[in-house]
């Protein structure tokens, strides 16, 4: 596109890496922009990269753990208190945890027992990149370490939450992306992506899905159906900087979520939170480029071996 789109849509107020294991056609179509900025909406956006930390050495343990982690967001004068390789620069500080599981009741506890048992299957649908490719799925935006690579069968292909209840077992076979631990043909498969259309909505059973959401997104449409933010997420961007990429600005995005069901990417900060620790870049660490450097390159790894 050469012509800059500003658009607003509901808002959600109202090293090293893990074992690589080995491993309802409900269709609603929505306009084409909402699809659009919802796709776009999961993965490497709104780093900070100005002031990355040391490199890992050898020594660095395999993943980083909670502790860590706590350490480095509770941090003052924006120094670590920990070596965390990057992580807690991931994001603009939308990542969350409201560590302890909140309580449920019996029924909402069987309930998302089969939420999430059937989540699993749908994300093994695809166990390696390479499957989903074969099935037509396209990138959508770069490989980034905590969010992987998101991954989708194109615009209209894709069934949003459009009531206040529960997710259906039909919305739950219809996720908005795969996502994939790497961008290579075997890379595994680590969860999938949700968007909906509505503010506050249930989602899974009980309290403990934190949905999340984007501000000012420029999306720029690639080849084959592919999808970049070369300006990434959750900044000042204006239209005249995205019309200069050629791309259209989204101004906010729907309530998004996350869902780590695979085995070996169960999250540390719960199933349902924004990041994964256990997806990094191939040197262990989770250090970006500059957004504004991203363009299409397909992963925001410094190192770029991803």
């Given at each position: 596109?050469?012509?800059?789109?500003?658009r607003?849509?509901?808002?959600?107020?109202?090293?090293?890496?893990?074992?690589?294991?080995p491993t309802s056609?409900?269709?609603?179509?929505?306009?084409?922009?909402?699809?659009?900025?919802?796709?776009?909406?999961?993965?490497?956006?709104?780093?900070?990269?100005?002031?990355?930390?040391?490199?890992?050495?050898?020594?660095?343990?395999?993943i980083?753990?909670?502790?860590?982690?706590?350490?480095?967001?509770?941090?003052?004068?924006?120094?670590?208190?920990?070596?965390d390789?990057?992580y807690?620069?991931?994001?603009?500080?939308v990542?969350?945890?409201?560590?302890?599981?909140?309580?449920?009741?019996a029924?909402?506890?069987?309930?998302?027992?089969?939420?999430?048992?059937?989540?699993?299957?749908?994300?093994?649908?695809?166990?390696?990149?390479?499957?989903?490719?074969?099935?037509r799925?396209?990138?959508?935006?770069p490989?980034?370490?905590?969010?992987?690579?998101?991954?989708?069968?194109?615009?209209?292909?894709?069934?949003?939450m459009?009531?206040?209840?529960?997710?259906?077992?039909?919305?739950?076979?219809?996720?908005?992306?795969?996502?994939?631990?790497?961008?290579?043909?075997?890379?595994?498969?680590?969860?999938?992506?949700?968007?909906?259309?509505?503010?506050?909505?249930a989602?899974?059973?009980?309290?403990?899905?934190?949905?999340?959401?984007?501000?000012?997104?420029?999306?720029?449409?690639?080849?084959?159906?592919?999808?970049?933010?070369?300006?990434g997420?959750?900044?000042?961007?204006?239209?005249?900087?995205?019309?200069?990429?050629?791309?259209?600005?989204?101004?906010?995005?729907g309530?998004?979520?996350?869902?780590?069901?695979?085995?070996?990417?169960?999250?540390?900060?719960?199933?349902f939170?924004?990041?994964?620790?256990a997806?990094t870049?191939?040197?262990?660490?989770?250090?970006?480029?500059?957004?504004?450097?991203?363009?299409?390159?397909v992963?925001t790894?410094?190192?770029g071996?991803?």
């Amino acid at each position: 596109m050469t012509t800059t789109e500003e658009r607003a849509y509901p808002s959600s107020a109202d090293a090293g890496k893990p074992p690589r294991r080995p491993t309802s056609r409900l269709r609603r179509r929505l306009p084409y922009a909402l699809a659009v900025l919802t796709l776009a909406a999961g993965f490497a956006i709104g780093h900070n990269t100005n002031n990355p930390a040391p490199p890992a050495t050898a020594s660095s343990p395999p993943i980083v753990t909670p502790q860590q982690i706590n350490q480095a967001l509770s941090a003052t004068n924006g120094v670590p208190a920990v070596n965390d390789r990057g992580y807690s620069q991931l994001e603009n500080g939308v990542q969350h945890s409201h560590a302890f599981e909140l309580p449920m009741s019996a029924a909402d506890r069987k309930l998302l027992s089969h939420q999430l048992t059937l989540a699993q299957q749908v994300a093994m649908k695809y166990p390696t990149l390479g499957d989903a490719e074969r099935a037509r799925l396209k990138r959508q935006g770069p490989f980034s370490p905590g969010l992987g690579l998101h991954v989708s069968g194109g615009i209209g292909n894709y069934v949003y939450m459009a009531g206040k209840g529960v997710m259906t077992d039909a919305q739950i076979e219809h996720p908005t992306s795969w996502i994939f631990d790497g961008t290579k043909p075997d890379s595994p498969v680590a969860g999938l992506f949700y968007g909906a259309v509505v503010p506050n909505p249930a989602g899974f059973a009980g309290p403990n899905d934190v949905w999340h959401q984007h501000k000012n997104i420029c999306i720029v449409l690639g080849p084959g159906g592919s999808i970049d933010t070369p300006l990434g997420a959750d900044r000042d961007v204006t239209n005249a900087q995205c019309s200069a990429v050629h791309g259209f600005l989204v101004k906010a995005t729907g309530p998004l979520l996350h869902v780590w069901v695979v085995p070996g990417y169960e999250d540390s900060q719960g199933g349902f939170a924004h990041l994964n620790p256990a997806i990094t870049c191939n040197d262990g660490t989770y250090h970006t480029i500059n957004t504004s450097k991203i363009g299409e390159r397909v992963t925001t790894c410094l190192d770029g071996t991803e």
